[in-house]
């Protein structure tokens, strides 16, 4: 085969360090910019805060003014749970009945997030007048114990991990666990929900009406009470009574089914809104959190001595150059993200006005082509992006949403069908909940296309239980 040689020419795209920074400063959260810029701040000597309260990474001064919004991570439990959550009492996403139960027990805890599951109980352990021996295995218990205050480990694993010299035995550590199960908070230390159950059970008043209905349940038909199956439930404990069934379950519903959920041993995070929207003279207006913005400068000090020594720089020119970029990409970080916000409140202020059930539909593209920057560039500012609304606070990318038909031919945003099914779901008889498809009908007298499945889809994208699992008497 002949060789040859070929020239080809071709353009390729490189990336300056001065772009490559602008890009990872836009994606980054406020938390996570202002740990970038600390950093900066002690790598090179150019750069300082214009103002010595800047946040720095550290909880903003006045942060109930800027509308910080403590977040939290909660999960759902098993059936049962579900059962608890969706029974007679109401459950909001960002809250507990924690505080109630308190008040009921004549307890404080308002210091167990920063106190510590573990630490709390270690504490309640010093005040028992037990041996050496006895101390070190209720210790053992309590280390082994999960974030929900469940000993998800069996004895005989326990006893397999102790070394052989010590001789234990489960009928020891079971006496050790009973020690734990007699502390605060009550149900801490079971090895499942139906002994946690009981535990707090048994710490209620004798004569508590329908507490031996409610151990019979817990006890023995707790798998009956996650399947609905309250007929079945019923005739096995011989109630004849519809209120009377209902009282037990609203005893048992009263219990916690994690006993350490009041424990939080993570670090409280906090966010704090990019940007403010205002109703001003009939206009949503979007302005900048100035509490949000990190204000730089180059240090003085240091530039007058670069200017004594032009051409001798060395090491410092390169920093001040660093230290411009920075400040310019900080600069303009906060410009895009205000032209970003803007052009989204312009095109959601129906939302504004009239709450979720008015959210259009809207695409990444479509404020792309209005701002005139890439889709790729509105993905990074709505990421991690908040603005505080009259509504509440919200994450950029909570205003786009997929279209779907209606029968006038026009789009609606799957934010506000979403909104109207938990409407429906809210207002629904629970004796007979309503079913996906009648959900799909409801929403077809609304004028809003919607099918079965994505009904479906859109309920357990809300964790919302299906029919089955919301009914209850």
């Known amino acids: 085969m002949k060789q040859s040689l070929q020239l080809k020419l071709s353009h390729q795209l490189a990336l300056t360090p001065q772009l490559q920074q602008s890009i990872r400063l836009l994606q980054l959260s406020t938390q996570e910019l202002n740990q970038e810029i600390a950093q900066m701040l002690q790598e090179n000597p150019m750069l300082e805060r214009a103002d010595e309260a800047g946040m720095g990474g550290e909880e903003p001064s006045g942060a109930d003014e800027a509308g910080t919004q403590e977040t ?25 009945d924690d505080d109630d139960d308190d008040e009921r027990r004549g307890y404080q805890q308002s210091d167990e997030g920063s106190l510590g599951l573990r630490q709390h109980l270690l504490d309640q352990l010093a005040m028992m007048p037990l041996t050496v021996r006895d101390h070190g295995l209720v210790a053992l218990m309590i280390e082994a114990l999960d974030e929900d205050g469940y000993l998800s480990t069996s004895l005989a694993e326990l006893v397999a991990m102790l070394p052989e010299e010590m001789e234990v035995e489960e009928d020891e550590l079971l006496t ?23 535990l ?15 151990r019979a349940l817990v006890a023995r038909h707790l798998d009956l009470l996650a399947e609905r199956e309250y007929g079945k439930i019923k005739r096995l404990l011989g109630i004849a009574d519809d209120r009377d069934f209902i009282a037990v379950r609203q005893l048992i519903t009263s219990l916690n089914p994690r006993p350490a959920a009041s424990f939080d041993s993570g670090r409280t995070q906090y966010v704090v809104p990019d940007v403010f929207v205002r109703k001003v003279k009939g206009e949503w207006i979007v302005s900048l959190n100035p509490e949000a913005m990190p204000k730089l400068r180059i240090n003085e000090v240091y530039a007058n001595i670069l200017r004594q020594n032009r051409g001798g720089g060395g090491q410092l020119s390169g920093q001040m150059q660093e230290a411009r970029w920075l400040i310019k990409n900080v600069q303009q970080r906060f410009q895009t993200i205000l032209k970003v916000s803007q052009a989204i ?7 504004f006005e009239h ?20 889709e790729s560039t509105i993905s990074r500012v709505t990421n991690q992006k908040y603005m505080m609304t009259p509504r509440g606070l919200y994450e950029f990318k909570y205003f786009f949403g997929n279209a779907l038909a209606t029968e006038a031919g026009g789009a609606a945003s799957s934010t506000a069908i979403k909104a109207l099914l938990r409407q429906f779901v809210e207002a629904e008889d629970r004796s007979g909940p309503l079913s996906d498809s009648a959900i799909s009908e409801m929403l077809s007298k609304q004028g809003f296309v919607v099918a079965r499945r994505t009904v479906a889809k859109y309920r357990e994208q809300m964790n919302i239980p299906p029919a089955n699992q919301r009914k209850s008497l």
């Open 72 to 96: 939290s991570n909660q999960d759902v439990a098993d059936a049962v749970y579900d059962e608890m959550a969706w029974g007679d009492r109401h459950v909001s996403s960002g809250g507990s």
């Open 176 to 198: 050790a666990l009973r020690l734990l199960q007699s502390m605060d908070p009550p149900g801490v230390g079971a090895r499942d929900l139906g002994e946690s159950l009981l």
């Open 200 to 214: 707090q059970l048994n710490e209620l008043p004798a004569d508590t009406p329908y507490l031996a209905e409610a």
């Open 345 to 351: 409140v312009d095109r959601q202020r129906m939302f």
């Open 355 to 374: 709450g979720e059930v008015a959210m259009r539909p809207l695409v990444l593209r479509e404020i792309a082509e209005s701002v005139g920057l890439h």
